[in-house]
């Protein structure tokens, strides 16, 4: 049984591109890891018609449909009203949500307005997921099957579910953690699972992974694969539906291992891990401290890093020098070396290492000079050429990189190129 | 005459919830710019009879259809075949786009695979858009009306247009702002225009903000109020439809001076700016330097002020004082002072301000201690609490704060506060 979704977004702010709709994504993505396939997303303004259509032809191309938006307390929220007109159902006051929506506004020491008693207005025949957070409630409508939308179906299911969620982020995903994952479960009981895997890759352009990879990409049947790429950061995606997570782990970890025979060590991380976690895991592992002194960077560097909690463990002190007298004051680097060899060169960089390292008294010192533009390059140093050194008691190497991109962009890469020096280095040592 | 568009946007990784769909986002944000209304957003799988079917319903139901996706290089790239079954037009070689494929290849110095050729057989009738940054061009296709389309349609246009771009978000709005954006206002001469006005608020909480303005968010007719909250930053959006700019300036400036009169100087900036391009700008102004102390925040600060270009001018150097033992290397504040009161309190809060502007030599410095979480907080200095001091020649504040949230969401506020500081403290001063 292959159980189908759509996905309903109702409102006008999603069509002027005044807001990202992640309730979509969501959805989907916590649908699929349950063995229910998304067929379409919709978003519509609030307009009567148009979400009346809209919901009109998913009840009939699909089992379940899944509305989010206008369930708000003010006249612009129309999707109740919709909602009752679609199924011919009456809208009758349930006094639980009432008293919901009375004691979420006492809570707060608010007073409630008129208008939110609205939002107690449910269709007939529908239950009520209360709100943890806000005022709207949700709703789950069963729809017996023949329905007045089972013309043009082909009959997959007994019967069909509307739901109705809130339209603000984190009410509609409370809701759907709560109350509608385990309703979707215990009513489909889906016959088949999706997993899916991560694999991030680093130190190589997507081409070359392509190349390596090509035959595995092209992998078909119960298996999807993808190709993500990011800044000096490619994400390959398996997705695998199974009949089971047993089966599905099996699969996924053949692939796996597949890749990694051919990546090796080109393989950061997995799943939503970056660069700053692992990195960080590696320290505390190896019992290794570190210190920064960032020029292009300008502090993106300590702030992945300091993303992380518990990284006070490793991180011990970072300084930016946006100067050449900073550089000199801060990180007592030569005036006579910045001038020989100018602030972004090889060995500025290796010397902001090193004398960082000494200061605060660390492991590993990393220094990073570049350019990030969009003015200062020339010809010989143009934007986006970027020193990074690593300097350990034994020695500092130093590397030379050339991005591309946008002034972010090129800070970012930067801290990505960086953040994997260290991972280098610390896979080879020991604990 | 009301130009509607409709925008499909194809991929399984957008009903896997994979990818966040910020493609339709973009497309209706600049649509409307130029007074052209989304009235739908669509996303579905790579599967033909879905393609071909909302590709059909589409363009029956609006003038423009654009779609974003499935132009690579893959077999399961299948946007262009679906679009030659939907319109009944055979795909053709096109020798310039055939030409530009190999050039991407030749400059990046690859062999280019023989599937790339694909992308180059267009359908009869189309207007390639070449593509400055990958292999996949873009399509213009103008559809005769009346058309096999407008059979349900009111007629609105002559023609109807359907556009096809790539999926990969880059590539595809350097083509719409290049290509897209320009033929569109050529072609449709749009009669209403659509304009809109962020008006940044901060240091009150979106409950007062609402109080305010209460009436003015309630206007309604061609006029449409939005708000939106983010951490320590409340965007109010103004949009209005009119006939031409003037009209729509006017309307807007009135909204504006309204909302102006009743939240003073806790408007802090309008539209893209952020508070790091405002403070840049004043620091610019008033001819100050500043440097950075921080703790808590990890380097963020540092890092938002290095995003804006030219901010070498004014920002000298930063430290990431992670430790008690770098607060005292690096900054020279007395163990003894930070024994006393703790590493997060006012007065080390306050030295850091201090020594890092005699430090650095500059105008301002700023010194930020708090505890970011998720560990280490106690019931007397719980997680969320952070200390912000300014220091200039003549005096150093410092103000408590105490924010709610996750540890990248009080590092976030932590830094907007701090900006909000550096902006009120500059907006005071004379240049």
Chains 1, 2 share one sequence.
Do not use: W
Request: glycine share 8%.
């Amino acid at each position: 049984m292959d159980i189908q979704a759509h996905v309903i977004c109702i409102g006008n702010e999603i069509l002027l591109g005044h807001i990202s709709n992640t309730n979509a994504e969501y959805i989907s993505r916590r649908l699929s890891s349950i063995g229910i396939k998304t067929s379409k997303h919709i978003s519509v303004p609030d307009e009567e018609d148009t979400i009346i259509h809209a919901i009109r032809s998913s009840l009939s191309d699909s089992d379940i449909v899944i509305l989010t938006g206008g369930l708000g307390p003010t006249v612009d929220d129309i999707t109740l009203g919709c909602i009752s007109k679609t199924l011919d159902r009456k809208l009758i006051l349930q006094k639980k949500v009432a008293e919901n929506i009375k004691t979420h506004f006492k809570k707060r020491n608010l007073k409630m307005p008129k208008n939110n008693l609205r939002q107690a207005l449910i269709p007939e025949g529908a239950t009520a997921v209360l709100n943890n957070i806000g005022s709207a409630p949700g709703l789950i409508i069963p729809i017996p099957s023949p329905s007045p939308f089972s013309k043009r179906e082909k009959v997959r299911m007994k019967k069909k579910i509307l739901f109705a969620l809130p339209g603000v982020p984190f009410e509609m995903r409370d809701m759907f953690e709560q109350a509608i994952i385990p309703f979707l479960k215990k009513t489909f009981k889906p016959g088949l699972i999706i997993k899916s895997r991560v694999i991030k890759i680093t130190g190589l352009p997507e081409s070359r992974v392509n190349e390596k990879i090509k035959d595995i990409l092209n992998i078909k049947g119960n298996i999807q694969m993808g190709i993500y790429p990011h800044p000096e950061e490619i994400a390959v995606k398996i997705t695998v539906t199974e009949k089971n997570k047993k089966l599905a782990n099996t699969a996924i970890n053949k692939i796996e291992k597949r890749i990694e025979s051919r990546l090796g060590d080109h393989i950061f991380a997995y799943d939503d891990e970056g660069l700053e976690e692992i990195t960080g895991r590696l320290l505390l592992r190896t019992k290794k401290s570190i210190a920064l002194a960032e020029s292009c960077t300008g502090g993106l560097l300590a702030n992945r890093i300091t993303d992380v909690p518990g990284s006070s463990r490793y991180f011990k002190a970072g300084v930016v020098t946006y100067s050449n007298e900073s550089k000199n004051k801060l990180l007592d680097i030569p005036m006579e070396i910045i001038k020989k060899y100018g602030a972004v060169s090889r060995q500025v960089a290796a010397s902001m290492a090193k004398n960082i390292r000494l200061l605060a008294e660390t492991d590993i010192g990393i220094g990073i000079s570049g350019i990030a533009g969009p003015g200062n390059g020339t010809a010989k140093k143009p934007v986006g050429l970027v020193y990074i050194a690593l300097s350990a008691k034994r020695k500092t190497i130093c590397k030379e990189f050339r991005f591309l991109g946008q002034r972010k962009i090129i800070k970012f890469k930067s801290t990505q190129a960086a953040l994997n020096m260290i991972r280098k280095a610390l896979s080879k040592a020991r604990p």
